[in-house]
C-alpha cells in the first residue's frame, strides 16, 4: 500500500485498548491510524471475531490485521511491526489479614 491508498485491517474487540465504542476506536487504533497518515494512506478498520480477523487477514481480504502477540504460527504467514503498545503481563492476589495481624498470601 502506499501514499494515496486505503487499508483496511481487521481487529477485534479489546476494551479500552481497541472498540467500535471508542472515541477513535480506542488508543491502538488511533496510533495505527496516524502511523499510517503520516505515510499518506487511509485506514478503514473491519471490527470482526477475533478467529475471524485473523481468518481474513491469512486469506488476503484485508490488508493487515492488529493488535497480535507474537507467536511461531503467526510469523509463517505474517510480517510483524515493531510493537505499537509495550505490554507487561502481571499477576496479582488479594492480600487477607488473620484475626491476630499475620498476613495470609492466598
Request: glycine share 6%; proline share 4%.
Amino acid at each position: 500500500v502506499k501514499a494515496g491508498e486505503t487499508i483496511t485491517i481487521s481487529t477485534g474487540e479489546w476494551t479500552p485498548y481497541i472498540s467500535q465504542k471508542l472515541k477513535h476506536d480506542g488508543v491502538v487504533t488511533h496510533i495505527v491510524s496516524d502511523a499510517f497518515a503520516s505515510q499518506g494512506i487511509e485506514v478503514k478498520y473491519r471490527f470482526l471475531p477475533w478467529i475471524r480477523a485473523m481468518r481474513e487477514a491469512k486469506t488476503g481480504n484485508v490488508g493487515a490485521s492488529i493488535i497480535w502477540s507474537k507467536s511461531e504460527e503467526r510469523q509463517k504467514n505474517f510480517y510483524y511491526s515493531e510493537p505499537v503498545m509495550p505490554k507487561k503481563v502481571v499477576y496479582f492476589h488479594l492480600r487477607v489479614m488473620t484475626s491476630i495481624g499475620k498476613l495470609l498470601l492466598t
